[in-house]
């Protein structure tokens, strides 16, 4: 069982499951189709296409067709899950188990699975290729939505966005973000040459972007004078970078290096001949020096650096900048609303692990507490 991947002009335009016979899942592969055609990612479409191919594979395993799969079934899957070994790297941040095979799934990659499951079951009801319930339920969860700090809809309770929660599920960390520090900052900048690297760098470290935003600039992007950037959606990077989120917006970038940077890259090392609208391209003297820079070579040039400098551990990435961005931001007393907007996060949940990070209430009161007991 394989996932096949059509691109067109290095875009991924259709992700299809191919069973063991050589043939498509028929089922798997319009909802992949529909996960594309209604506006989704098709990052998104192909880890659901990874992510199917697993629940196929224990479907395989146990005769069963998936027209069958019932919430019992769900929970057979999810020890399945947790025992299936895996050979890929580990990723960053990882807390995944070991067993007599090997490393296991991680928790965060087992919800995953279930998470794409659930969606493909509310699609096969929605065109009446399924006529039963959901078989990964949901249900509303009056506990969490007493949670003070959960996000709630600005109508209240009159809202029809509810906190649910699965039947079937894994409980997962709340991770706090990693930013680096400003001795590791310092060390990284200064081991730069290259004018490209720097501006790719300082735009997440100054601006807040992420990786697939910084990617996906165009030179049309960029207003010099008004000190500003125009992160916009788009799918046409022929690499398949882009960015996360669906909303677009302007970000103000004040500090003299950053903008000063992109401008030295765009005038001194940015291949003159190139009429492609991207903004970082490959450069060089190689044949490929005109195309667009792909999210890989980012990541490597990154962990080149890195390593070097005898700096590189799991969790240092590119998007730590973007983590040490934001948490200097909320250190300085911007408010929670204003970073949600500067960067781009749809949930002020998505925000609010910056505040674990230094709540400055909170350590105020501890400091009067300790002076209290002295």
């Known amino acids: ?75 057979e899957l999810l020890t399945w899950l947790r025992a299936r070994p895996v050979r890929r790297p580990r990723q960053q941040l990882g807390i995944s188990g070991v067993g007599p095979a090997g490393r296991l799934m991680s928790p965060a990659s087992v919800a995953r699975v279930l998470a794409a499951l659930s969606s493909f079951y509310e699609w096969a009801a929605i065109a009446e290729l399924f006529d039963r319930e959901n078989p990964m339920r949901r249900r509303r969860d009056v506990a969490l939505s007493m949670v003070p700090e959960r996000h709630r809809p600005f109508v209240g309770a009159a809202s029809r966005q509810q906190s649910v929660r699965r039947d079937v599920r894994v409980r997962l960390p709340i991770r706090l973000p990693r930013p680096l520090s400003g001795n590791d900052v310092e060390a990284l900048l ?63 970038l004040l500090e003299p290096r950053t903008l000063d940077a992109v401008n030295r890259y765009v005038l001194h090392e940015r291949p003159l001949d190139s009429d492609s609208p991207f903004l970082f391209l490959v ?20 962990a080149r650096r890195l390593d070097k400098l005898g700096l590189r551990t799991q969790d240092k990435t590119p998007h730590a900048l973007r983590h040490t961005h934001a948490t200097a931001m909320w250190e300085a007393g911007m408010r929670e609303l204003a970073l949600q907007q500067r960067l781009g996060h749809a949930s002020p949940e998505s925000t609010r692990i910056y505040t674990r990070v230094s709540d400055q209430q909170v350590r105020d009161e501890y400091v009067t507490a300790l002076g209290a007991r002295r």
């Open 1 to 75: 069982m394989r996932v096949q991947v059509t691109k067109t002009a290095g875009v991924v335009t259709s992700v299809a499951l191919v069973g063991s016979d050589g043939m498509p899942i028929a089922a798997v592969t319009e909802f992949l189709r529909h996960v594309i055609d209604s506006g989704g990612s098709p990052n998104t479409a192909l880890a659901y296409g990874y992510d199917l191919r697993l629940v196929f594979e224990f479907l395989a395993e146990d005769n069963l067709d998936w027209r069958e799969f019932r919430a019992a079934n769900a929970l």
């Open 190 to 252: 200064g081991s730069i040459s290259n004018l490209r690297d720097m501006a790719m760098v300082l735009l997440m470290l100054d601006g807040g972007l992420r990786p697939g935003e910084v990617l996906g600039l165009h030179l049309v992007d960029i207003a010099y004078g008004r000190r500003r950037v125009t992160v916009r959606k788009r799918d046409d990077h022929p690499r398949g970078a882009r960015g996360k989120s669906r909303r677009e917006r302007v970000v103000d």
């Open 283 to 302: 450069g060089g003297a190689g044949t490929r020096r005109c195309e667009p820079l792909s999210y890989a070579a980012l990541v490597r040039m990154f």
